[in-house]
């Protein structure tokens, strides 16, 4: 039970960072001109994107993406063995070693 309220801890830590980051810096919709980045001619659709899934996206995801998306090289079973990655660019792009 403690390990799991620590995980959603650290989750809810990431998440605050992230919107801290995101109120410093002013990327997307809050940098400039906010009608440069609205959809144009869209009356009567459905949004192409969300302004949570981009954040989600740029801020959650992309560091936490070397634990969701780890590569075996064994059978699925009780014990796994798991292949080495390195990454440089914020694990932008993550090789194989």
């Known amino acids: 039970m403690i390990l799991a309220i620590a995980g959603y801890i650290s989750y809810l830590f990431v998440f605050l960072v992230s919107y801290l980051r995101e109120a410093c810096y002013g990327n997307g919709p809050l ?42 090289t064994s059978v699925p079973g009780a014990t796994v063995t798991l292949v080495d990655r390195v990454s440089g660019a ?5 090789n194989l070693q």
Do not use: H, M
Not at 90 to 94: A, M, V
């Open 90 to 94: 914020i694990y932008f792009f993550q």
């Open 31 to 72: 940098r400039g001109n906010p009608e440069k980045y609205k959809e144009k001619n869209r009356e009567g659709y459905s949004p192409l994107y969300a302004s949570f899934e981009s954040f989600y996206t740029r801020n959650i995801y992309r560091r936490l993406k070397d634990v969701f998306n780890q590569p075996i």
